[in-house]
């Protein structure tokens, strides 16, 4: 069975990466959750938006809950800077170790 801990943490990840991709427009939830359904098939759009308020929360994303319902996604200066490793990741995002170092 799959850890849950490792799940929330790695979904955490495959946000700031699908985000970061989306710069500098941003998008909307609907991609994210595609993205993330490449990885775990049963990704729900529930579990998707437990996570992006709590990347919200760590002022990672910058979150527009539309009147419609939907969710419009992007990267803060802080996100973008923990996706290019240029700061610290603090625990609770599962984001790989950066062997390269230039």
Known sequence: MLDQKARREFLRWIILLTLNNARPAGCY?????????????????????????Y???????E???EPSGRWFC?????????????????PGIARPVNYCHG
């Open 29 to 53: 939830e609907e991609l994210v959750l595609m993205t993330a359904q490449g990885y775990y098939q049963d990704a729900t759009a529930h579990e998707l938006r437990r996570e992006l308020d």
């Open 55 to 61: 990347l919200y929360d760590r002022k990672l994303v």
């Open 63 to 65: 979150l527009r809950k």
């Open 74 to 90: 992007d990267l803060t200066r802080y996100g973008v800077d923990v996706v290019e490793y240029t700061v610290d990741c603090d």
